[in-house]
Every structure is written in structure tokens, then in C-alpha cells.
């Protein structure tokens, strides 16, 4: 019985072994930095997408802009020659045209909005990312033989700095 004991209790430990492997900071902290920055991928890529489609949908508001002034000469020589028939076909098509553009125009402004958000959200993205980075840089930095302590690294102290304060040390005794 003691005999199984000890074999549980060795592969709890090193079942636990393996679970403090797999769930190393760092490793976490590299997945979740490729996560973000596959996140903030898509959403540019979402921000292209809108960005075309604005482009599309300016370019649909100048050619129903050019339709219906095209419409309105023709309505005028209708109407300047008493045609009423065809001046009811050309409203018809000139109302049509009016609420094309005016869905169009609709469709811009909830563009813009996605955009505006979703610009927004890629800053804060890109700010998060920026953060994670420089934490992962700092515990690599730690795990290479660095400073792994919760204090920022301020650098390595130089032999010039450390003569310098040397010289001021000496200094100020001799005032003294």
C-alpha cells in the first residue's frame, strides 16, 4: 500500500511539474501578444474593408448626383414642350434616383461610425499590444540573467557613472 502511495504522490508532483511547465509567464504572455496581435490584424483589415466601401459609396453619390442632373435637363426640355408623359417617366426615374441617393448617403454615415469606432478601438489595440510587448521584453530580459525583480530596469550601471559618483563622493569628504 505504501509502495502505490508513493507512486501517486510521485506522479502528482510530477503531473504538477507539467502544469507549472505549460503555464510559464512568459509562454502565456507570448500567446497572448501573438492573440492581439492577430486581433488587431483583422481589424484592419475589417478598417480596409470600410474604408474601400466608403470609397465605393462616394463615388455612387457623385454618379446618382450626375444622374439627376442630367434627369432635371431633360425634365426642363419636357416641360418647356408641354410633354407631360414624359415628364412623368422622368420623375419617376428622378424620384427613384433621389431615394437611391438618399439610402446611399445613409449607408456613408453608418460607415463613417464604424469606422470612427473602429479606429478608436485599433489605438486602444495597438496601445495594449505596445504594453505586452515591452512586459514580455522585461521578463525575457529577467529569465536571461537580468533584473527579474517587480522594480523597472533602469539599464546597466556603467564603469564611467560609477567613477563619476566616485569623483563627487571624494568631493564632498574633502569639503567636509
Known amino acids: 500500500m505504501a509502495l502505490v502511495t508513493r507512486l501517486s504522490r510521485l506522479f502528482q508532483a510530477d503531473f504538477h ?4 511547465r505549460i503555464e510559464e509567464p512568459d509562454l502565456q504572455l507570448r500567446q497572448a501578444v501573438r492573440e492581439m496581435q492577430f486581433a488587431l490584424d483583422q481589424d484592419r483589415q475589417r478598417q480596409q474593408l470600410l474604408e474601400h466601401e466608403a470609397e465605393q459609396l462616394d463615388k455612387a453619390v457623385g454618379s446618382i448626383g450626375d444622374q439627376l442632373r442630367a434627369l432635371d435637363e431633360e425634365l426642363d426640355i419636357c416641360l418647356a414642350a408641354n410633354k407631360d408623359d414624359l ?4 420623375l419617376r426615374r428622378k424620384l427613384g434616383a433621389e431615394k437611391q441617393l438618399q439610402a446611399t448617403r445613409e449607408r456613408g454615415v453608418v460607415i463613417d461610425r464604424q469606422r470612427q ?40 550601471i ?7 559618483a566616485l569623483l563627487r563622493e571624494k568631493q564632498k569628504r574633502s569639503k567636509s
Open 17 to 20: 511539474a507539467i502544469l507549472d
Open 87 to 90: 415628364a412623368r417617366d422622368l
Open 117 to 156: 469606432t473602429l479606429t478608436r478601438q485599433i489605438d486602444e489595440q495597438t496601445q495594449q499590444l505596445t504594453s505586452m510587448q515591452q512586459k514580455l521584453e522585461l521578463l525575457v530580459r529577467g529569465d536571461d540573467g537580468g533584473v527579474a525583480t517587480g522594480f523597472s530596469t533602469m539599464g546597466a
Open 158 to 164: 556603467r564603469n564611467e557613472e560609477i567613477e563619476i
